[in-house]
């Protein structure tokens, strides 16, 4: 079993509908990322929790919202979808004290905005 | 301003040889450096990373290089496989979070 998922994988949606993408992790990690990947730009933070009572904003958090519901489930919404919130978004994990710093990905959701 | 930068976008290498990937970055502060290797229609996995304080981190046909005095670390791969093609992303890290190259598309012609 994977031990990052994220739901759903692939998402078609209309402009100024709410979409919610969900994150699950079995790895025990206390912290948890949302990222954004376009084409041509790399991956970018758009939220991170350090631990359930902890939300912070990233590098392009405007138009997103986050909820952790638990250490182990981290939300991310779309109030109001616009075409370029069309992307490839990756939900991550981190750890204190981790050997080599890394963080780890899930598969990513697909999002289209029409 | 792009904090880590990776100025090449692809690289083709033939099989057996020598793959070396290239990444710059402007933030001294920086304690982590990181290599994903990212395959199509999945996530980015971790390869290898080198602290801050090493100048080299050495697994299996990986190994990376870090130069402090010139902002820059390079990713050795020998010998390339065709396995190996992929979108190679180069990260930083500051404070628990990481700063992400655009990536490069390496691939391995067998």
């Known amino acids: 079993d994977a031990d990052v998922t994220q739901t759903p994988r692939n998402r078609i949606t209309k402009t100024g509908k709410r979409i919610m993408l969900e994150c699950s992790q079995t790895?025990?990690?206390?912290?948890m990322y949302w990222y954004r990947q376009d084409p041509g730009l790399g991956l970018r933070l758009i939220y991170y929790s350090f631990d359930v009572k902890d939300i912070n904003k990233g590098e392009i958090s405007d138009g997103y919202s986050v909820s952790r519901q638990a250490q182990a489930k981290f939300s991310l919404s779309l109030e109001s979808a616009i075409p370029n919130q069309t992307a490839l978004y990756f939900c991550?994990?981190?750890?204190?004290?981790?050997?080599?710093?890394?963080?780890?990905f899930g598969p990513g959701t697909r999002l289209t905005v029409l | 301003d792009q904090q880590v930068k990776q100025n090449s976008p692809s690289l083709s290498v033939q099989e057996g040889r020598i793959s070396i990937l290239n990444c710059d970055y402007t933030?001294?502060?920086?304690?982590?450096f990181l290599w994903y290797k990212k395959y199509p229609a999945e996530g980015p996995t971790f390869l290898i990373s080198i602290s801050s304080i090493k100048d080299k981190n050495e697994d299996g046909r990986f190994t990376v290089f870090l130069n402090k005095s010139a902002k820059h670390l390079s990713l050795h791969i020998v010998p390339s496989q065709p396995g190996d093609s992929a979108v190679y992303f180069c990260?930083?890290?500051?404070?628990?979070?990481?700063?992400f190259g655009k990536g490069m598309k390496l691939t391995v012609n067998p």
């Open positions: 933030n001294s502060m920086f304690d982590y």
């Open positions: 991550a994990t981190g750890g204190l004290g981790l050997e080599f710093g890394e963080q780890f």
């Open positions: 790895k025990g990690h206390d912290r």
């Open positions: 990260a930083a890290r500051r404070s628990e979070k990481l700063v």
